[in-house]
């Protein structure tokens, strides 16, 4: 069955600290690979996506993903995080298909400590 | 940037009622989506929609809910009899034809409390 699994329920890293949160996904083929970003009582923002080409894509604020096809994952990394980071993140597929609906994983909610 | 919107922000309904919960996609947009998040869960699927007829379905859509686009710009859900457990934030979500340039872009959501 299509699942994203990310394995961090909650992370939390100093001000200015580097950040990488984990995500894997289990297909049959290579999906569109996406993060979103939702802060308390928000809706979700699009921070990347990942379609063909270049293995790592930059997004939004800061953030970068890096697709590995082999360990079938694209984690998502930010050099130097800052307080206004903290919220909660998803990682996302789509199988390419006309109205291909997006699957999220569980999520992982990112505190910043000062 | 053109955004989804959706309307109400928060919905307060007695159980047993109908509510329906309204949506301005994004206007040049063909595929349309609706997705739930129940409290601290994950976000999940639950209708897409082109060319006036459901794509595409979960299990969690059944009789109770339908959607439609009565214009030419909203895109509604309609919970019919809802149940305690229908309480959630509700979020719409709008591409264009192309998945490979256009992802899907969502609404703030409407968030659905049942009492």
């Known amino acids: 069955a299509q699942s994203v699994t990310q394995p961090d329920i909650h992370i939390t890293v100093s001000e200015g600290a580097s950040l990488e949160l984990r995500c894997n996904y289990s297909y049959g083929a290579t999906p569109y690979l996406f993060w979103y970003v939702q802060s308390p009582g928000q809706g979700l923002q699009l921070l990347l996506k990942y379609f063909s080409g270049d293995t790592l894509v930059q997004g939004i604020k800061g953030f970068e993903a890096e697709f590995k096809r082999s360990q079938s994952s694209f984690n998502l990394r930010k050099p130097s995080v800052h307080w206004s980071d903290a919220a909660e993140y998803f990682c996302?597929?789509?199988?390419?298909?006309?109205?291909?609906?997006?699957?999220f994983g569980s999520g992982t909610r990112l505190s910043i400590r000062p | 940037e053109p955004e989804v919107t959706q309307t109400p922000s928060h919905q307060v309904t007695q159980m047993g009622q109908e509510v329906i919960l309204r949506c301005v996609p994004i206007s040049n947009h063909l595929y349309f989506y609706w997705y739930r998040q129940i409290l601290g869960q994950k976000v999940e699927f639950l209708v897409s929609?082109?060319?006036?007829?459901?794509?595409?379905k979960s299990e969690i859509f059944d009789d109770q809910f339908s959607v439609e686009r009565p214009d030419g710009s909203n895109f509604t859900l309609k919970i019919r009899s809802t149940k305690l457990e229908d309480s959630a934030m509700y979020f719409c979500a709008s591409r264009s034809g192309d998945l490979a340039n256009q992802p899907q872009h969502f609404g703030d959501g409407t968030r659905l409390s049942i009492l």
């Open positions: 996302a597929v789509a199988l390419y298909s006309s109205a291909s609906k997006i699957i």
């Open positions: 929609f082109y060319n006036n007829e459901i794509s595409e």
